[in-house]
């Protein structure tokens, strides 16, 4: 009976890591990561840093983007099964790989925490103000636990339908403000010089383009025979990203002026000012939700990697029941870590970008050019997914 027991599980592991998804899943997860909340967030902080000169950093910071994914996808060839633990282990070692991803493991927890605090303060201070905050938090990290427990299969599918929902939903509301908008607003282009462009260029490159690093993890699971398409797809998706965010920046700096780089959840404001003659009027409610779930699909999909990314660094067996203690983890980060929003302003726009850089970017970076060194067919072990 115990040896029937045995073969049954061994049976259920080796189903679950023959679980796989096309390339275009793979996109669809990769636009839903990268997009998320960042079309709702990003607008205000940056045209903050960069005035009207924001659409330009978005255009840098989109270019570097796609050197680092050429990056990940040069590994990606060097070796089919590619793994980026795997591929820093045989080139730099196991301890050395073990201080590498320690720092990361650190950062995948703070970023977790980061999403679920942004998602819980905006339903604090825009639509239910009378609520604990701690009561959203658990909500949408029991949700995302939830998802992520199900499978990147069930990830993959269910995110077709809400990153259209939050597409869509976004797209409409740049459409209806069409009468609010003064061209006017969009210059002078260099008000300040080039100097806030560049910082622009390095928030937004920390949020989300660099991220992307990240989510290079879950490379793997596409399915072999359909991932020749993927690079292509991978690329198109950080073009349609670039131009929906660009056309965010640009609305929301002519319909508010000034006022863009003070009003947080510029998006979410500017669709208050709809009021088509008493007809469309009050469609801030949809783009509430479109916030929430694009930092649902985000904070799902950043669950899945920090899952993942422990199973590798510490050789568990199973994966599946570490999702909820990690969960539970990032729950009570979100909850001990800042008491105001000026803190949280501060660990997002000031410490990130600089942490992020430094444990991600850098050593991701210094692995590549090793390989490009080499010049060699990176052989990775077999078992990591």
Request: include cysteine; hydrophobic fraction near 55%.
């Amino acid at each position: 009976m115990w040896k029937l027991w045995f073969l049954i599980q061994k049976e259920r592991l080796k189903m679950k890591k023959e679980k796989t998804i096309s390339s275009g899943q793979m996109a669809c997860l990769f636009l839903s990561f990268i997009l998320g909340s960042a079309i709702i967030n990003i607008p205000q902080p940056l045209v903050q840093a960069a005035n009207n000169g924001a659409w330009l950093s978005v255009i840098i910071a989109n270019g570097l983007a796609m050197f680092l994914l050429a990056c990940v996808f040069y590994l990606y060839h060097k070796n089919p099964n590619f793994n980026l633990i795997d591929c820093s282990q045989k080139m730099l070692g196991k301890w050395i790989t073990l201080g590498i991803f320690i720092p990361i493991l650190f950062l995948l927890f703070l970023n977790l925490s980061y999403i679920v605090i942004d998602i819980g303060g905006f339903f604090a201070n825009a639509m239910m103000r009378e609520t604990p905050v701690y009561v959203f938090h658990v909500l949408i990290l029991f949700v995302a636990a939830l998802t992520a427990k199900a499978g990147i299969e069930v990830m993959a599918r269910m995110f077709v339908v809400l990153l259209s929902y939050v597409i869509l939903f976004s797209v409409i509301v740049l459409v209806l403000a069409l009468p609010y908008y003064h061209v006017e607003n969009l210059l002078p282009v260099f008000p300040e010089g080039v100097k806030p462009v560049v910082h622009g260029t390095y928030i937004t490159f920390s949020f989300p383009y660099s991220e992307l690093v990240l989510f290079s993890l879950l490379l793997p699971f596409v399915h072999k025979e359909k991932e020749k398409s993927l690079k292509k797809k991978m690329f198109l998706v950080l073009v349609i990203h670039e131009f929906l965010l660009i056309s965010a920046i640009l609305c929301t700096i002519m319909a508010l002026g000034s006022l863009a780089g003070t009003l947080k959840f510029s998006l979410f404001q500017l669709a208050r000012l709809i009021n088509i003659r008493e007809i469309i009027t009050r469609i801030e409610s949809f783009i509430g939700i479109a916030l929430i779930v694009g930092s649902y699909m985000k904070t799902t999909i950043m669950l899945f990697i920090l899952k993942e990314t422990l199973v590798k660094v510490f050789k568990l067996k199973d994966d599946r029941i570490i999702i909820f203690p990690v969960a539970f983890t990032s729950l009570l980060l979100t909850l001990t870590m800042y008491e105001t929003d000026i803190e949280f302003g501060e660990a997002v726009f000031i410490v990130w970008p600089l942490f992020i850089m430094t444990v991600v970017v850098l050593p991701f970076l210094i692995i590549t050019a090793i390989a490009l060194f080499r010049g060699k067919k990176i052989e990775t072990n077999h078992d990591s997914y």
